[in-house]
Every structure is written in structure tokens, then in C-alpha cells.
């Protein structure tokens, strides 16, 4: 197919017309960040969760992550997740039953995703990265449950944004560690080895089994330092 100049200049269709429609995007983008920014603005402390939504009701990981979150909401901590069915579901219901506030990111998709009925605060995505970034912004911790490619990108995203200095650093915490042992053992046998990443990067991760061992974790972490984030942190989320 050739294009002609003519149909190049034409601002009802080709090239200029789909500039057109790229330019409004930008303000739904824009609404998203904003209502996500308000939304979310006092929900501090809170833990982000992340597994498979495949996960059904009658499965341990469910229960695990379930419990987990009813801990993390009675000891203050606010449960974000994605919203959706399966893990994300189990932890928005364990906060729902705790004290604290539960929040569902939910994103818009083809397929497989639809809101779980456990949110306090529920928000709606079209576009991944805005959602992405509601899931750093406000979080003091993030705990991982086996997932799929969805989960393993949130990771693969806060363990680059800890890595490079562009979020403060905060616990990640790999829930059940026979599944993520081949994974963890790629980083430390190849990825170090071939100087992909460096020795020390191992130590951003941390495997629990147990739901209290996860609370025990972030507590830890924030034994001598506040959960807010300090002044210096706050400018570096503001480049987030």
C-alpha cells in the first residue's frame, strides 16, 4: 500500500487523524494519575499484593494470601491488590475482614479480569503503567505469591526501580519459596555469574513461608525508620 502525501496531510484520517486520538489519550492518562493521586493520598502505610489470578478459592495459595493480608490489616497496614479474582480477590478479602483499608487497582482487560466484591476504595485502569505506578507510589512493602507473567512483571518493576535508586527501598517478599527457587537460583547462578546484576542485588528479595513471617519481615524493615517515606524519599517519588 502507498500512501500519498495528500492522504499524509489529511487531518480526518491516516497519520494526523491517529495523532488526534493519541493527543486526547493523554487526558484520560492524565484523569487516571489524578483520581489514582487523590484516591490514594491517605492510605499510608500500606502493602501491595501480587499473584496469579487464575488462583481458585479452594487452593493453599489463596488461603495464604487471604490470611496473610487479614494480619497485615489488623496490625494497620492498608492491602492494595489488583482487584481482580484469585490472589488478588484473597487479599482484598482478608483486609476487607481485618481493620484497615482494602483497595483494588482494577484493570481493564479483553479477558480474565472482573472486580472482586472485597474492595473498600476500588479503582479502574485502562493503561498499565498508571496503574504501575499506584502500586509503588503509596507502598511500604510488596508481597509476592505465585503468579504468571503479570506478577513476575510488577516484580521484575519494583526490583528495577529499587536496583537503579528510583524508588526508596522497601521489603519484597517472595511468598512460598519452592516456587520461586529455580527463579531465584537463575539470578544467583547466571544473571550474577554473568554480571547481569551484582551480588548484593540478591538481597532486595526475601522468601517467606508463613503468614506471620511476612509481618515479622516488614516490621523488621522498619524497626529504625518510619513507614512514611523521609524528605529525601518523597523527592524521589516525585520523579517516580
Same mark, same amino acid.
Given at each position: ?15 494526523? !487523524?491517529?495523532? &488526534? ?14 483520581e !489514582?493521586?487523590e ?15 487464575? &488462583?481458585?478459592? +479452594? ?13 497485615l ?9 489488583? %482487584? @481482580?479474582? !484469585? ?6 478479602? !482478608?483486609?476487607?475482614? %481485618? ?10 482487560l ?22 504501575k505506578?499506584?502500586? /509503588? ?6 508481597? /509476592?505469591?505465585? @503468579? ?15 536496583? &537503579? @535508586? ?8 517472595? /511468598? ?5 527457587g ?6 544467583? +547462578? &547466571? *544473571?550474577?555469574?554473568? %554480571? ?36 529525601a524519599?518523597?523527592?524521589?517519588? *516525585?520523579?517516580?
Amino acid at each position: 500500500m502507498v500512501i500519498t502525501q495528500d492522504r499524509r496531510r489529511n487531518p480526518r484520517g491516516g497519520a494526523e !487523524g491517529q495523532l &488526534t486520538r493519541e493527543s486526547w489519550r493523554v487526558f484520560q492518562i492524565m484523569a487516571e494519575f489524578v483520581e !489514582g493521586f487523590e484516591q490514594l493520598a491517605q492510605i499510608s502505610p500500606s502493602v501491595s499484593f501480587f499473584g496469579s489470578a487464575r &488462583t481458585p478459592r +479452594d487452593h493453599p495459595h489463596y488461603a495464604l494470601a487471604e490470611e496473610i493480608a487479614r494480619l497485615l490489616s489488623d496490625s494497620g497496614f492498608s492491602v492494595v491488590s489488583g %482487584g @481482580g479474582p !484469585g490472589i488478588m480477590e484473597a487479599a482484598n478479602k !482478608g483486609a476487607f475482614e %481485618g481493620k484497615s483499608t482494602s483497595i483494588g487497582l482494577n484493570i481493564q482487560l479483553p479477558m480474565e479480569q472482573s472486580g472482586n466484591p472485597y474492595q473498600d476504595i476500588s479503582l479502574n485502569f485502562r493503561h498499565f503503567f498508571a496503574r504501575k505506578v499506584m502500586f /509503588v507510589k503509596h507502598a511500604s512493602a510488596y508481597v /509476592v505469591l505465585p @503468579g504468571g507473567f503479570g506478577t513476575l512483571d510488577e516484580m521484575a518493576e519494583i526490583l528495577t526501580l529499587v536496583q &537503579t @535508586g528510583k524508588t526508596r527501598k522497601i521489603p519484597i517478599i517472595l /511468598v512460598d519459596g519452592k516456587f520461586w527457587g529455580g527463579l531465584l537460583d537463575w539470578f544467583r +547462578d &547466571t *544473571l550474577c555469574p554473568a %554480571g547481569t546484576i551484582d551480588q548484593e542485588d540478591l538481597d532486595l528479595v526475601q522468601v517467606c513461608e508463613q503468614p506471620q513471617q511476612v509481618v515479622d519481615a516488614i516490621f523488621n524493615h522498619y524497626e529504625t525508620r518510619r513507614f512514611e517515606p523521609s524528605p529525601a524519599e518523597q523527592e524521589i517519588l *516525585l520523579e517516580l
